[in-house]
Each structure stands twice: as C-alpha cells, then as structure tokens.
C-alpha cells in the first residue's frame, strides 16, 4: 500500500486567499466590473478558466476570460514573488510528516502561482508530485485534482490523507476517497457540512503529525467502509 500526504496549497500553507481576493477585487473594480462579498468564497477552489468565466459573467468584467486569467495570476504571483505569507506551523509540518510520508501538491492555482511559492519558500524539496487544477477537467469540489495527484503518485487513497482549508476542498479530497485533516480557514471558514466529512479538525498546522494522520486514515476508512 503506498500512502500519501496530499496538501492543498492556498489558504492551507499560505494565507493566499486573501490576496487572491485583494488582487480579484482590485482588477474587477478597475476593469468596470462588480464587486461582492460573495465572490472570492465562490471562487475558492475553481480552475482557472472557471473564475475568469465568472469574473467574466458574473462580475461584469468586459475582457476576454483567456485575459482575465493570464493578468490575474500574473498579479497574484507578482504579490506573492514580493511577500509569501506563510501559515504559522507550516514549514515545521513539512519537516514532520516528510519524515514518514511522501507529499504531494493538489492546489486550484495555476501552475506559475505554484511554482512562484514553492521555489520563494524552498519547499519543492518536500513534495514529489505537484499538481493544479488546470490540469485537470474539473476545479474543486470535483475530485479531478485528487485523483490526478494519487495517479501520478501511485498513492492508495484508502491509505492516504489530504489537508485542506475550505469547503471545496474538503468535499473535493472526500470525493476522491480520502481522509480529510480540515484545517478551517479564518476568513473563509468551512460550512459544517464540509466540516462534518472531515476525519479530523485541528486549529492549526502545528496539531498535525503522523499519528494524527494515522488516525485520520482509520476513521477515513471506517467510514468509506
């Protein structure tokens, strides 16, 4: 059986979510569009091309999607290329659980947001498979990222964990049948229906280590079962 720890990146290692919504908010206004308190929570979780159609048709953005996305995240990793804010406990998680196993990357970022952070903060070294959303058919909450990454990996998902901030996310791991450690994102916390399929629920990235992660697969696959 060969488990895996699979994390998701924005909002679980970095707290991203709030530049992604600065950075968003900010082109959507100067581009005509309309803004609401609403929009980054919707679009937590989607594929590129998913938010740029909504930026598009639902925020009243009149540019190409192609455009929207291309300037978006080139202003996200600008931001993040300046000032990667990393969560409380995240390098020493790292450290802990690579120790036992193997990690991989499933983030809804596009591939040079990724990249931006991963070679900023150093962590490349820790993970073996990246992989985003754009690869892939569906963002978040569909399962496609999940199984793309324990594809790549050759990872047995009963036997592995993902570790995630928000609600799409979590449905999005549970889908793809693994156990779920929710970390709940401050700002942009999950719904308790989310919450509730969650193996285990930790303040922060300094609670998680390797029995607690054997402890979410065991309560993961008792469930499955």
């Known amino acids: 059986m060969n488990a895996w720890v699979i994390f998701d990146l924005d909002g679980t290692l970095i707290e991203s979510e709030q530049v992604w919504r600065d950075v968003r908010r900010a082109f959507v206004l100067t581009h005509g569009g309309r803004w609401h308190d609403g929009a980054q929570s919707t679009m937590i979780g989607m594929r590129t091309t998913e938010w740029a159609r909504y930026i598009h048709d639902d925020l009243g953005v009149p540019l190409a999607p192609e455009e929207i996305a291309r300037d978006v995240a080139l202003l996200v990793a600008q931001r993040l290329r300046e000032d990667i804010p990393v969560l409380p406990g995240a390098q020493r998680v790292l450290e802990r659980l690579a120790l036992s196993y193997p990690l991989a990357i499933a ?75 929710a970390v709940p994102n401050r700002e942009f916390p999950p719904t308790p229906g989310a919450l509730a399929s969650a193996s285990e629920i930790v303040a922060n990235l300094d609670a998680i280590d390797a029995a607690l992660v054997e402890r979410a697969i065991a309560r993961g696959s008792s469930s499955a079962g």
Do not use: C, M, Q
């Not at 820790?126 to 058919?137: C, G, K, P, Q």
């Open 107 to 181: 983030t809804s970022a596009s591939r040079i947001v990724a990249e931006t952070v991963l070679a900023k903060t150093g962590w490349e070294r820790y993970f073996r498979v990246v992989v985003s959303a754009d690869e892939v058919t569906r963002g978040k909450p569909a399962p496609d990222v999940y199984l793309r990454a324990l594809e790549i990996a050759h990872a047995d998902p009963r036997v592995s964990a993902a570790v995630e901030d928000s609600t799409n996310g979590i449905l999005s791991a549970r889908a793809a049948g693994l156990a779920v450690i």
